[in-house]
């Protein structure tokens, strides 16, 4: 198996924010990343972890018909042995919705998948018919 700097055992996630960050957008974003992290089973041991996710800027932007909603996003892989940082890194994430309430939901959806596929956690997907009836 090759390398894989950001493949953790990821034991847990905590997702903070400025205070002008929604509340909605961060309790979301929190309940989507501990669901991947909780759905995700290793086969081999690795080097445990917590994330610490910081959401440490939002925008939003009119258009014509919706809007679109951004976020800067900082990622942080501590170690659960001895609480030292093991990596560190970033990105922005945007979504667009046609209404304004919708935004924050999108855009959390938006920052826990991209954080699942780069700890290669797995995400649960919506309820559909065959998972409510054959789960």
């Known amino acids: 198996m090759p390398a894989d700097n950001l493949l953790y055992d990821v034991r847990g996630a905590v997702v903070t924010a400025r205070a002008d960050v929604a509340h909605k957008l961060v309790a979301e974003t929190d309940r989507l990343v501990e669901e991947a992290i909780s759905a995700t089973v290793r086969q081999v041991s690795l080097p445990r972890t917590i994330l610490a996710v910081r959401i440490d800027h939002t925008a939003y932007m009119p258009l014509i018909i919706g809007g679109r909603h951004e976020a800067k996003v900082i990622v942080e892989a501590i170690s659960v042995g001895n609480g ?44 559909t018919l065959a998972t409510a009836l054959f789960p």
């Not at 990596?87 to 209404?99: C, I, P």
């Not at 309430?101 to 959806?109: K, W, Y």
Request: proline share 2%; aromatic share 6%; net charge neutral.
């Open 84 to 127: 030292e940082p093991i990596a560190e890194g970033s990105f922005k994430a945007s979504a667009f919705a046609l209404d304004r309430t919708d935004g924050d939901t999108l855009l959390a959806e938006r920052i826990a998948r991209r954080i699942a596929a780069e700890f290669r956690l797995k995400e649960r997907g919506g309820t």
